[in-house]
Nanobody, 123 residues
């Protein structure tokens, strides 16, 4: 699976932005997908995960109520819709594919990573 994230950029605090991740490969629809992020000087942290069918999702407490993950298996694409952005959301966002159908919050269980897209939220 190859992953290509897009949609990053500069946005003001309180604004919205949607990230997209296009996947290649026939196994996309059999894998859980997720998003991690890494802020400057910080370790990568879990943001959101969606199961292979899209029927189950989970987001980190830090973004709950503001971020929504979704997927379109017909288009081989996963999305991260973000609203009410804060300066602390500034980070490189990585699209990731899990090794199984249901996903997790554990970084090491994701065996495919995209190149990342930078999001900068100005105050």
């Amino acid at each position: 699976v190859q992953l290509q994230a897009s949609g990053g950029g500069l946005v003001q605090a309180g604004g919205s932005l949607r990230l997209s991740c296009a996947a290649s490969g026939r196994t996309f629809s059999t894998k859980a997908m997720g998003w991690f992020r890494q802020a400057p000087g910080n370790e990568r942290e879990f943001v959101a995960v969606i199961s292979w069918s899209g029927g189950s999702t989970y987001v980190a407490d830090s973004v709950k109520g503001r971020f929504t993950i979704s997927r379109d298996n017909a288009a081989n694409t996963v999305y991260l819709q973000r609203i009410s952005l804060k300066p602390e959301d500034t980070a490189i966002y990585y699209c990731v594919a899990h090794k199984a159908r249901w996903g997790s919050t554990v970084l090491s269980e994701y065996n495919y990573w995209g190149q990342g897209t930078l999001v900068t939220v100005s105050s």
